[in-house]
């Protein structure tokens, strides 16, 4: 079964500023929980489209996963997505949009995904996957709280 999150957030700072915080690739660790380990294991550049990403996780206590990202399109200051080539998921397409608005940016987050495993991936999907994705997007909206708490 497709799923899909989607999370927005208002943003106090320029598009610019913030644009610049998001696709940088090496600022996705402070905007993951630490219980999760997460690790970039290649070096990267400036977001482009086409731009592989490899990066470590823990997706459950002591089990760690190597995980390959595409970003798949980018507009310059509107979105990016990054879309899973190797990972946990059968499907992990995450879409992120910006809009500058009066005093600040809406952010949007919208993620497609879906387990592997047919009914059992639905059966951990409803006991365990759902809950730990959206703590993890808590975890993101309260790190970004943190770190734009100014005005634009």
């Known amino acids: 079964m497709i799923h899909t999150l989607e999370c927005t957030q ?6 610019e500023h913030v644009w610049a915080y998001f696709s940088a690739p090496e600022n996705l660790n402070a905007l993951t ?11 990267p550049a400036p977001m482009h489209a086409g731009q592989l990403i490899t990066y470590r996780i823990r997706v459950a206590p002591g089990v760690r996963v190597n995980w390959l990202t595409e970003i798949r399109h980018v507009r310059e200051g509107r979105f990016f997505v990054d879309e899973q080539r190797g990972g946990p998921y059968r499907l992990w397409y995450h879409e992120h949009h910006f809009s500058a608005y009066e005093g600040g940016v809406q952010m949007i987050d919208r993620v497609t995904y879906a387990l592997p495993f047919g009914p059992l991936g639905d059966l951990v999907h409803a006991l365990w996957v759902r809950r730990t994705l ?13 770190l734009f708490p100014g005005n634009a």
Request: zero cysteines; charged letters at 30%.
């Open 10 to 15: 208002f943003i106090p700072a320029s598009l």
């Open 33 to 43: 929980p630490p219980e999760m380990h997460f690790e970039i294991l290649g070096s």
């Open 134 to 146: 959206r703590r993890i997007f808590d975890y993101r909206r309260e790190a970004v709280g943190r």
